[in-house]
Structure formats: structure tokens, C-alpha cells
């Protein structure tokens, strides 16, 4: 059973930065896609960022291009999210996740296929 699980969320005024990390834990049998979702209240959880974890490609949602980083650490499936010119829109939980490539970059419509952390909380005041 692969489980993600998440670091690095807290509470930063508009402007900051963040930066988040997810280590999975289990074997996954073979490359996988990692990413970030995040869920606000009242709203659908939606996409942020993935990275594949052979070639290293990165994938990003309108809404982070340009602010947020997703990375490989050195260590074997473990990712970074870093968030920088946060907005009090990016306030969410931050949930990552993890998935067979054949599922593609963006699976929001598959998330029962997918291997999900707890979450973090990602809070942005005004």
C-alpha cells in the first residue's frame, strides 16, 4: 500500500511563501506521477501540480504557473511544492497524491484510483 504523506503547511500573510514536502512511503512497483491537489471550503477539490517521477516532467494548473515549483528531492519519492506570491485564494488543504502514469498528469475524475495523504493545511491572510 503506498501512502503519501505530507509536511509543511501553516499560515503566511498574502506575498509569502510556502514550501511543502511529501515522502511516499510503501512500494510503488515502478514510476509514478506525484502531485498536489487542494480542496477550500465549499469547493471542489481541484488540481495544482504533478511531477512524473522518472524524467522529472512538471505539469501545472493555470492557477500555480508562475508562483509554484513542484521538485524532486534527492531522496527517492519525495516532492516539494513551493508556493511563492501567496494569495488569500490559495487558502486550502493541500493534499498530495500519488498514481500510475497511465492514469495521466491531471486525474481529477479517477481519484478513487489514486494513493491520498491526510493533507495540510495552507492558510493566507490579507
Known amino acids: 500500500q503506498v501512502q503519501p504523506v505530507e509536511s509543511g503547511g501553516g499560515s503566511v500573510h498574502s506575498g509569502g511563501s510556502l514550501r511543502l514536502s511529501c515522502a511516499l512511503s510503501?512500494?510503488?512497483?515502478?514510476?509514478?506521477?506525484m502531485g498536489w491537489f487542494r480542496q477550500a471550503p465549499r469547493k471542489q477539490r481541484e488540481w495544482v501540480a504533478t511531477?512524473?517521477?522518472?524524467?522529472?516532467?512538471?505539469y501545472y494548473a493555470d492557477s500555480a504557473k508562475g508562483r509554484f515549483a513542484i521538485s524532486q528531492a534527492n531522496v527517492k519519492n519525495t516532492v516539494y511544492l513551493q508556493m511563492n506570491s501567496l494569495k488569500p485564494e490559495d487558502t486550502a488543504i493541500y493534499y498530495c497524491?500519488?498514481?500510475?502514469?497511465?492514469?495521466?498528469?491531471?486525474?481529477?475524475?479517477?481519484?478513487?484510483?489514486?494513493?491520498w495523504g491526510l493533507g495540510t493545511q495552507v492558510t493566507v491572510s490579507s
Open positions: 511531477i512524473t517521477t522518472d524524467d522529472g516532467a512538471e
Open positions: 497524491a500519488a498514481w500510475r502514469r497511465s492514469l495521466g498528469f491531471a486525474p481529477i475524475d479517477d481519484q478513487a484510483k489514486m494513493n
Open positions: 510503501g512500494n510503488t512497483g515502478g514510476p509514478v506521477c
